[in-house]
């Protein structure tokens, strides 16, 4: 008999980024957290087998493989490597493999420019047609494809998909089994449709993941995460209108911070969930 | 008899930002440049007064003062400041005055947090209440607010308004003589819905505004514009959308960035009227 209500805090693995993730585990155990959201690259350190044994014999829910996508370069060898990842996905019965859908080809992130193709549309279109080879492979796997549309500072370099409603006309041709879209508030928080897309986004929601938006932005912009509180963000509006979407899944907080990352992992563990419990939800 | 067409190249005072007014003035005569963009506190440091003279005297058109706006306080003394900045735009016969909004209230560019508000809907709420009061005493004065959409990244700080559809949106219960809007290229070149909504702005283009988005963005990413061609935009399908619009005005150069604010002057005006030439128009 479970006592207590089920915790949707899930904790995304690099929030905590110097654990491995047999540390991350012993720290979901330690701190009570049900939930964890895990990245490819430490998963292969860990080894995939071991980390399913962890996993289950920690009792935590996966609720994220973070990431497959990169598609827009039309690179069969990309097809490839999110074959693999959806295996990944299946192996960890993760409730989604994220995708970050690629930037413009030839743009890398951190680096100078040098050849690149300016073609946006191509990009995007470039995307839609990875989607519809991956979504049926993914499918007979049981596994959720999830379109994440990150903030556009990262457009050209990350991810040509930019607002929650190109997420959603990208998910369309798609069963919602097959595709779905994450909700990550810094992502879309400046969106002045956002509230209604997520709405529209009922049945397709994959996955919510939360952490604030700071301002000034650090000279790294990828590391522009922030505990909930320290930012700029209005979570409730947010959070409010993916329950009301009918999202009841696990919510995974997910910061890149230098800070963050510089101290004292279980620290920043209890840090997260007391905020989490003041700004979000049980 | 002037022999060739008129040049719709504009020099926004900002990309050669080392120069006073005066030197700017005799900038564009120098390389031939027919229209200028000026920014109020330069504009103050010559004196408004001499700076119409040197303008006139010059036969420069001025495409655009920069800028009222910071509307989303609710302050009334920004509406006064609001009130002065149509004056001398109308002093001044700009084109335009472009309105960049402001962002949450108590967000300073640059400053840590300190008290703020995060109510996104509240902060655009009160741009729309000081438009209504601004249009009016603008088309009064025959000057016509430009609202200008800014890159999402600058929403907490800067500009609530993050979208071109969200400015024809606010620009709509006003005549088209006395609220338009900005496309400015480092701002919503990004945005899956631009081309829609250039169309739709038909008539409500105040100003073009061009320069190049760098990838990856500096330190301080108000200073990410580049040169065009040194970015990742796409230049042709803005350009020709906003020419589909009915927009035939002058086409200003403002680069913010510090390599170039750097570098001389002349050297920057050479380089930028050829990149022009090359990738806008004549």
């Known amino acids: 008999m479970r006592a207590r209500a089920k915790s949707r805090f899930s904790l995304n693995q690099w929030t905590t980024r110097r654990w491995s993730v047999a540390e991350a585990v012993d720290g979901c155990v330690r701190h009570g957290v049900e939930a964890i959201g895990l990245w490819r690259q430490d998963v292969a350190a860990q080894g995939l087998k071991e980390t ?8 935590l829910r996966v609720s994220s493989l973070c990431r497959g996508g990169f598609l827009t370069s ?7 490597d999110n074959r693999r990842a959806i295996d990944e996905a299946a192996e960890l019965d993760a409730a989604c493999l994220v995708m970050v859908v690629g930037g413009l080809p030839g743009v890398v992130p951190g680096r100078p420019l040098g050849a690149i193709s300016r073609d946006l549309p191509a990009a995007r279109e470039r995307v839609a047609e990875a989607l519809a080879v ?17 903030h556009p500072m990262y457009c050209a370099d990350r991810a040509v998909l930019s607002t929650l409603g190109q997420a959603l006309d ?51 912009v990828l590391l522009g995460r ?3 509180g320290e930012g700029v963000i209005d979570f409730a509006p ?27 992992p279980d620290e920043i563990l209890a840090r997260v969930r007391s905020s989490f419990a003041e700004l979000i939800g049980e």
């Open 52 to 59: 399913v044994e962890l996993v289950a014999d920690a009792g």
């Open 74 to 80: 039309g690179d069969p060898q990309a097809l490839d």
């Open 134 to 150: 991956l979504a049926p492979y993914a499918g007979e796997r049981g596994v959720r494809l999830a379109l994440e549309p990150l």
């Open 170 to 220: 990208l998910a369309e041709p798609h069963p919602p089994e097959q595709v779905g879209v994450v909700v990550d508030t810094f992502h879309v928080w400046w969106d002045p449709d956002v509230l209604e897309q997520i709405a529209r986004a009922a049945g397709r929601i994959a996955s919510y993941q939360v952490c604030d938006f700071l301002s000034p932005l650090p000279a790294d």
């Open 226 to 228: 922030g505990v909930m």
């Open 238 to 264: 947010l959070t409010e209108a993916v329950a009301a979407a009918g999202y009841s899944g696990d919510i995974e907080v997910e910061i890149f911070n230098a800070d963050v990352w510089a101290a004292d």
